[in-house]
Nanobody
Framework: VQLQASGGGSVLAGGSLRLACVMS????????MGWFRQAPGDEREFVGA????????SYAESSEGRFTISRDNFKNTVYLQMASLKPEDTAVYYC??????????????????WGQGTLVTVSS
């Protein structure tokens, strides 16, 4: 397993959750770690990403101001802290790693490694 995501669950609107993604194996050579999500019937969409070295981060407009990506280089772990959650945030969340590019891409196709997904359900 290259990426192992965890932390999903059910929460009321306005609540918070923190997702974690542990990297291992070949994924450790990646330059960029990203988070995507996919709701039933929808395409997978970009949530946010961080460069593994340096402080550069990028967020989707829907995430900006509510979600924060952080990383622990010693634990090879990237986190997605989600606050002020809304029912429309309900989705399966995936972590992903890009070992080819040095600039953050919002395109899922640029990421080679994917975690198994963790379900986040936000109820009103």
């Amino acid at each position: 397993v290259q990426l192992q995501a965890s932390g999903g669950g059910s929460v009321l609107a306005g609540g918070s959750l923190r997702l974690a993604c542990v990297m291992s194996g070949s994924a450790l050579s990646s330059n960029i770690m990203g988070w995507f999500r996919q709701a039933p019937g929808d395409e997978r969409e970009f949530v946010g990403a961080t460069k593994w070295s340096g402080g550069r981060r990028s967020y989707a407009e829907s995430s900006e101001g509510r979600f924060t990506i952080s990383r622990d280089n010693f634990k090879n772990t990237v986190y997605l802290q989600m606050a002020s959650l809304k029912p429309e945030d309900t989705a399966v969340y995936y972590c992903a790693a890009d070992s080819t590019n040095y600039r953050i891409s919002h395109a899922a196709g640029e990421y080679e490694y994917w975690g198994q997904g963790t379900l986040v359900t936000v109820s009103s």
